[in-house]
């Protein structure tokens, strides 16, 4: 039953979902209002005095913001998930002759499509301000393709949370930290500024590798090992937090 | 056995942690009968529903729905029922209808829309078809409720609590709803804590206490289990219900007396 009806499923409820998402609408701009004004804060107040070593600092933050656009987009998953466990409706789902990991599949590829379109409206404003890219087809869909997978990788994340939180503030609380960790990389400014520890710890974490990756590439720069860094972390946590939120949801419906 | 039964429950137990919520619970439910689970809070009566719908797995004992084993055939226990839970699944931010055509599109239905356009008339929702169900009240809610579990035609349908929390208008409109499922040759169970809702609907009660089923009979088997009734006169005053109803105007008719 379940192979047989797991596409259809899933469009039908991702059809669901993205009504939400669409009928919300200020959720995409709660999503992309934080970075923007992180973007203008950061470009028009405080950037004046940062020294990147390049002579536009949009685009030396762009790559940074999107990940932060990202972290705090994937809190409503856990939130809209959060809502159906309460609600009752995820219940009703699994007692339907339906494939039962449509369900979470369809909140994950909503949150595929609700970060994507965030993604596009801060890229928008960073236009606006000034950013330009000198890359070309295959540098931007390797960019959007590592935003895709980061996207997903914390989507997963997000799914832990949705199912096992306890209140409505727990199931997006994670998010925080995921926003905050960009601050201690190279999303803003040289790690090479830092003092010691947090400069060790700033070069090994996941988002410096793919801020850089993604400002090479939209630099139109060769990308370098740093590339396998990124995908390496994408993929781990990706795999990690999926397999982890399918032993949650397992234990959640047994 | 000549006649299968739609439900059949054989001494089931459930623990959570250290609490044992059923502690062998035993019934069966002829098909296209109303059945009423009695209860209070925590005597199991969720538990029940969950472990029939799939929701949940017993620790011991077997359940059956429309001849399927919930353990080993859950795939065609869940193509056989329709589950009402304790408080409204419906979605919220969709209509009515778009609810009702969801449920028909899970269910693999051809033509959605018609079925589900039958269905809000049936009800008596056409007007607040196309409203958000945010803006629903209570009863309107219980009603789609109802109706996107009949989408489907399943021989079972599980309604868990389903007045709690009900103005008495919302409560006479699911009550009529549910005689109507019977009436079309649906089983139904249902778990109350209102022992005039069993006394209306059902027509057999069990009452679960402490994890285990105390009794289960007509309600006039039940009756006999208590002492002869005293014949007293009292003057018949009007319950609230009565006046309430008289004065906000509720039409629905509650079915007392025949």
């Known amino acids: ?254 | 056995m000549t006649t299968q039964a739609a439900i059949s429950v054989q001494s089931l137990h459930k623990s959570f942690g250290d609490l044992a919520v059923l502690r062998g619970v035993d019934f069966e439910v002829a098909p296209g009968s109303i059945f009423a689970l009695l209860g209070s809070n925590g005597a199991g009566k969720t538990t029940v529903i969950k472990i029939l719908c799939t929701l949940l797995k017993a620790d011991g004992g077997s359940a059956e729905v429309n001849g399927f084993d919930v353990a080993t055939q859950p795939g065609d226990v869940r193509a056989s029922l329709s589950l009402t839970g304790q408080f409204a699944a419906v979605d919220e931010v969709l209509s009515g209808r778009e609810n009702l055509v969801l449920v028909a599109r899970l269910r693999h239905l051809p033509d959605a829309a018609r079925l589900a356009e039958r269905l809000l008339q049936r009800f008596a929702l056409t007007d607040a078809a196309d409203r958000r169900v945010a803006t629903y009240s209570g009863g309107m809610r219980r009603r789609l409720d109802i109706a996107m579990s009949l989408i489907g035609d399943p021989p079972v349908i599980f309604l868990d609590e389903p007045t709690t929390g009900l103005d008495p208008q919302g409560r006479l409109e699911v009550w009529q709803a549910v005689r109507e499922l019977a009436v079309g040759g649906t089983t139904v169970l249902l778990t109350t804590q209102y022992l005039d809702e069993a006394e209306q609907l059902a027509d057999r009660i069990a009452i679960l206490h402490d994890g285990r089923v105390l009794v289960n009979g007509t309600l006039a088997e039940l009756k006999q289990l208590l002492p002869p009734a005293q014949v007293e006169y009292v003057e018949k005053q009007p319950t609230l219900e009565d006046v309430f109803l008289a004065l906000v105007g509720g039409t629905v008719e509650t079915g007392e007396q025949p």
Not at chain 1, 37 to 49: D, E, K, P, R, T
Not at chain 1, 155 to 167: N, Q, R
Request: charge should be positive; glycine fraction near 8%; hydrophobic fraction near 55%.
């Open chain 1, 1 to 254: 039953m379940s192979a047989t009806h797991f596409f259809g499923d899933t469009a039908v409820l991702t059809g669901r979902s993205l009504k939400h998402v669409s009928r919300s609408l200020d959720t995409i701009i709660t999503t992309a209002v934080t970075p923007i004004a992180m973007m203008l804060l950061f470009v028009y107040v405080l950037g004046g005095a940062i020294d990147t070593g390049t002579d536009s600092y949009i685009n030396y933050l762009l790559p940074g913001i999107l990940l932060i656009t990202i972290a705090s987009g994937i809190a409503y998953t856990a939130y809209r998930l959060f809502l159906d466990l309460q609600g009752g409706i995820f219940d009703r789902f699994h007692s339907m002759p339906i494939a039962r990991s449509s369900v979470l599949w369809a909140h994950v590829l909503t949150s595929l499509v609700a970060n994507l379109i965030s993604l596009v409206v801060v890229v928008m404003v960073a236009l606006l301000m000034g950013f330009r890219s000198g890359a070309g087809v295959p540098a931007w869909l390797a960019a959007a393709g590592i935003l895709v997978l980061f996207t997903l990788a914390l989507t997963w994340l997000a799914v832990i949370p949705g199912l096992t939180a306890k209140t409505i503030d727990g199931a997006s609380a994670f998010s925080y930290p995921l926003i905050f960790l960009p601050f201690i990389s190279s999303a803003f400014v040289p790690t090479a500024t830092m003092p010691g520890p947090v400069r060790w710890f700033a070069e090994n974490q996941p988002v410096t590798s793919i801020v850089n990756t993604l400002r090479a590439l939209f630099a139109g720069q060769p990308v370098g090992s740093e590339i396998w860094i990124a995908l390496a972390w994408c993929l781990g946590i990706l795999v990690v937090a999926a397999v982890a939120a399918r032993a949650v949801y397992r234990r959640r419906i047994s």
